[in-house]
């Protein structure tokens, strides 16, 4: 089955920098990729997914890049803010299954 | 339309209680899936179903747990007899084809 390998495990910038997530996948029929944000406590929500006939993928602050050559695809984050701080999940789908990564804890210190 | 609804929202049961955890998945969705989120495991799918039928029940823990979907508004999982390390948050969530999940609120349970 697919596996998803996610890093870093946590990660600490400053207000205003960048933040970059990666994630690594190994079926390469997995055709969607999506990024779940979760915050303490709550529900994981999806904040931006990529398919794989597309390289890159913008909403305001948010990126995603997706390398399918190399199964990788990452999570740019611009202009970070203190609310920004959760844990992101990535995950790849060969069908109607998701496979997430193990997630990353991001602060974003004020 | 009102999301994914899990009830409740929090149990807390004594070892070897049974433990029933409800779902009702978005109108039109035709996947409905079980996961469970753990410090230690991060999040496992447990099963899931899509038009009603279990497709993938190879992440459920043991004999202990079970689900069921009889209609596609509906779904149960039951832990029978409940373990101290079944305490975890149980979510479900809904899809339709190929698309982002839905989650539920989620059900944070603690088995004592």
């Known amino acids: 089955g697919e596996n998803v390998e996610q890093h870093p495990s946590t990660l600490s910038v400053q207000e205003g920098d960048s933040a970059v997530i990666k994630c690594t996948y190994s079926?390469?029929?997995?055709?969607?990729f999506p990024w779940y944000k979760q915050e303490l406590g709550k529900r994981p929500q999806l904040i931006i997914d990529?398919?794989?006939?597309?390289g890159e993928k913008k909403d305001q602050r948010i990126a995603v890049t997706l390398n399918k050559t190399a199964k990788h695809f990452s999570l740019h984050i611009t202009e970070t803010q203190p609310e920004d701080s959760a844990v992101y999940f990535c995950?790849?789908?060969?069908?109607?299954?998701?496979?997430f990564g193990t997630g990353t804890s991001l602060t974003v210190i004020p | 339309d009102a999301g994914v609804i899990q009830s409740p929202r929090h149990e807390v049961t004594e070892m070897g209680q049974e433990v029933t955890l409800r779902c009702k998945p978005i109108?039109?969705?035709?996947?409905l899936f079980w996961y469970r989120q753990t410090m230690m495991r991060g999040l496992e799918l447990l099963i899931y179903?899509?038009?009603?039928?279990?497709?993938?029940d190879s992440g459920m823990p043991e004999d202990r747990f079970s689900a069921k979907m009889p209609n596609a508004s509906f779904s149960t999982l039951k832990i029978q007899p409940s373990e101290p390390r079944d305490s975890a948050v149980y979510f479900c969530?809904?899809?339709?084809?190929?698309?982002?999940?839905?989650f539920g609120s989620g059900t944070r349970l603690t088995v004592v």
């Open positions: 969530a809904s899809s339709f084809e190929v698309g982002g999940y839905t």
């Open positions: 079926d390469s029929a997995s055709n969607y």
């Open positions: 990529i398919r794989s006939n597309v």
């Open positions: 995950a790849a789908s060969p069908g109607n299954q998701f496979y």
């Open positions: 109108s039109g969705h035709n996947s």
């Open positions: 179903f899509n038009n009603n039928v279990p497709i993938d």
